[in-house]
Nanobody
């Protein structure tokens, strides 16, 4: 069993900040790329940011300069620091990770259950 659990979502005013966390647990041999995605009501899920095991990052244009993705490999945890939040950032945020389970040769993609972020005054 592998689980990804997000935390840190909530309600914040425009211009505010939030920090999301995603903790992986279970029979994990290795974690490769990890990413944050979001889905707003009536819209498709979109990539927010991704990070490789070595720390290389990539961001959606809409969040560049405002969001920072990071990870702690020892803790099997990924973070998303979100600053200067805007109403259009309102969405359910999901973490995703490419994980090789113990005893399994090939990695697979796993998803968290999502955490709601609402930016509103």
């Amino acid at each position: 069993q592998v689980q990804l659990v997000e935390s840190g979502g909530g309600l914040v005013q425009p211009g505010g900040s939030l920090r999301l966390s995603c903790a992986a647990s279970g029979s994990i041999f290795s974690i490769h790329d990890m990413g944050w995605y979001r889905q707003a009501p009536g819209k498709q899920r979109e990539l927010v940011a991704i990070i490789s095991r070595d720390g290389y990052t990539n961001y959606a244009d809409s969040v560049k300069g405002r969001f920072t993705i990071s990870r702690d490999n020892a803790k099997k945890t990924m973070y998303l620091q979100m600053n200067s939040l805007r109403p259009e950032d309102t969405a359910v945020y999901y973490c995703q990770a490419n994980i090789r389970k113990t005893g399994i040769y090939y990695p697979s993609d796993y998803w968290g259950q999502g955490t709601q972020v609402t930016v509103s005054s």
